[in-house]
Structures are given as structure tokens and as C-alpha cells.
């Protein structure tokens, strides 16, 4: 049945750290799982990568592991919405995408996000 299927059912996000890592909060009781709802195609946000996330909540992310100041780093870029989410909170990125693609897309939408387009 067309449109009747589950997009992402799970992600993993990982975060190494050290002894005094920065979390965004004193909290010992931080939540570790996140529920959103998937970036489903139709939605206007949505660009042509399968795996798109929902800007709110890498922006959620990037701020609950980034210290300020911090360099904010995806080796996986993919659409960008980390970089757009930076844009957003004004903290510097690095990305790196391997499909030339899909690195036009991320680009696009990271220079759009700091008023560049």
C-alpha cells in the first residue's frame, strides 16, 4: 500500500567522552533516548536523502554536546541538517559527504541557513 510503511525505526548516536564532558546541564537524571517523529516525504523540509532528520532535534542534540564555542563536527554530512542546525545556533561546523549529490544538497541548504542564498 503506497505510503503505508515505517521510515527510520531507529538511529544511534555516538558520543565519546572524558571525564568533565560537556552535557548542557547539570541533570543526573538526562534523558538518553529521544522519540521524534520520522521526516517523511511531502513535508517541505524534506530533501531527497532517505535518511533526513528532523532539524529540531539535532538542533536539541547539537546543543545538549556542544560546549559553547565548540567545533561541531559530521564525517557523515548526508543532507546538511547538522550544518543548517549550527547555522542556526551560530556555532562553527565541519562536514564531510563522499556523494557529490547529496554534498550540492547539504551545501545549498547550510548557505541558505546563514542567509547566504
Known amino acids: 500500500m503506497p505510503g503505508n510503511w515505517w521510515p527510520s525505526a531507529h538511529e544511534t548516536m555516538v558520543y565519546g567522552c572524558r571525564k568533565g564532558a560537556w552535557f548542557g546541564d547539570d541533570s543526573p537524571g538526562r534523558c538518553n533516548v529521544f522519540v521524534c517523529d520520522a521526516l517523511r516525504f511531502g513535508r517541505a523540509e524534506k530533501t531527497g536523502h532517505r535518511n533526513q532528520k528532523p532539524l529540531e532535534l ?3 542534540l ?20 547538522t550544518g543548517v542546525a549550527c547555522a542556526t545556533l551560530g556555532l562553527p561546523f565541519l562536514g564531510c559527504e563522499i556523494d557529490p549529490e547529496h554534498f550540492e ?13
Not at 67 to 72: E, K, N, Q, T
Not at 105 to 117: D, F, M, P, Q, T
Open 58 to 60: 539535532i538542533k536539541y
Open 105 to 117: 544538497v547539504a551545501c545549498a541548504r547550510i548557505r541558505a541557513a546563514h542567509g547566504l542564498e
Open 62 to 81: 547539537v546543543r545538549s554536546v556542544t560546549p559553547p564555542g565548540g567545533l561541531v563536527c559530521d564525517p557523515f554530512m548526508g543532507s546538511g541538517s
